[in-house]
DNA sequence: TCGTTCATTTCGAAG
DNA sequence: CTTCGAAGTGAACGA
């Protein structure tokens, strides 16, 4: 990994053309073509970046000049980095880093869900998980006490665009034999206000569960008036 | 803007739990509070991050342990970096970084539309930008030359959702007086194939237009035979 | 390759 | 403050 800190313009055309004005910059150019450029504000994101795969030109020494290109695009993607002072310029030899394990992601929630569906605030069967539609996979297929279909669509965050991801399923699910009367259920962890009130004008049922609780790594929030 | 490399230890906890094992990366502490930890593969996105605002904790003398908290949350946010090795430790003082100037996004090209609205393949009239429904604002209101409402979408791609979206739009317009026989139109510069078949399926016209044509930049793809 | 879906999405604007 | 939609979304996964 290569570490500039250099005094820079940078100019991006592409999906679209951005400019950004002559000011001090870190500069990251990583061993897997991967080039990133961010300013000491602005958070998360880099100014402006190119993913790989790319190609990179450097012109004059000491460097005055570097034009990262998209490789194996149609339309060209081009960064082009005018260096007016070079503050710092330094490698490392980094080796491999570890993969990342993570825990708590839509699929975790899917899982536990799977097992707990008590969860989803009703007595529910899960027949199978990634129920497969022609349009793709039902999160949860379920049955309720009375033999009943209900779809699960699970999600993190549900948006309005669950309930329509939802909504399509069931379109697909309904003209099937002893299907017409599936019903539908979204559960995530959030349901914003717009997919709550879409999702009850449609008949489905929404829900929000926490992967926490569900573990019983918390307890839910009881309200007791004991005595 | 503080940079270093460090052989380190990460964990998360909050949304969801993360670690990154021991391994040698570069961590960023941007002035505004950011933290980065990037590795030398993995392209845009750093393996771990905490955005502003935050608390930053410094433990020992060298350090050896990193603790960024999210400030002003309900549920606690914490970044946890067990260092193991500096390799690298510098601070920049970088300045005020100049704002960047974008063009070619989606409002660039609700813009261009707007002013020149045969671009879209019919003689079109604008009668409003932002057209306000209860659900959200439809991108251009128009009048063909029959007087007839046309509400069009523009995306920059459009896909599936797009369709969706638009097909919401002329729910709610419908009803209106003197609406009932509004029809959508769904203009992109790139319209997905699903999006075509599903837009075509629901009586909605779909067009491609390309900005750089629309501004003149570049002369439309013309087949000439002369002679 | 294209298309879909998820993301600790982030980010920005508007109510 | 929340809410909502765009993003050069990026990245993984499947057809």
């Known amino acids: 990994m290569r570490l500039i800190v250099a005094r820079c313009e940078v100019t991006y055309s592409g999906r679209l053309n951005a400019v950004l004005p002559e000011a001090v910059r870190l500069l990251i150019l990583k061993s897997d073509g991967s080039f990133l450029v961010h300013a000491d504000t602005g958070g998360f994101k880099p100014q402006n970046w190119m993913t790989p795969p ?3 030109e450097h012109e004059g020494e000491p460097l005055e000049r570097l034009v990262v ?6 339309t060209e993607d081009r960064l082009d980095v005018r260096i007016v002072e070079i ?12 993969a990342i394990a993570k825990d708590g992601v839509e699929r975790d929630l899917q899982e536990e869900l799977a097992t707990r569906p008590a969860a989803l605030g009703e007595e529910l069967r899960v027949v199978r998980r990634e129920w497969q539609t022609d349009i ?3 999160d949860l297929m379920c049955r309720d006490t009375e033999d009943g ?16 991801q939802l909504t399509r399923y069931l379109e697909r699910i309904r003209p099937e034999p002893g299907m017409a009367r599936v019903r539908g259920v979204l559960a995530a962890q959030k349901v914003v206000r717009q997919a709550r009130t879409l999702a009850e004008a449609r008949g489905l049922r929404w829900i929000e569960v926490d992967l926490g609780v569900l573990r019983g790594e918390r307890e839910p929030e009881l309200t007791l008036f004991p005595g």
């Open 87 to 98: 503050l710092s310029d330094v490698a490392h030899d980094m080796g491999e880093a570890g």
């Open 149 to 164: 279909w209900v779809a699960v669509e699970i999600k993190r965050v549900a948006t309005i665009e669950a309930v329509e």
């Open 136 to 138: 793709g996979p039902v």
């Open 54 to 56: 790319t190609v990179v």
């Open 69 to 74: 290109r998209k490789r194996g695009r149609k």
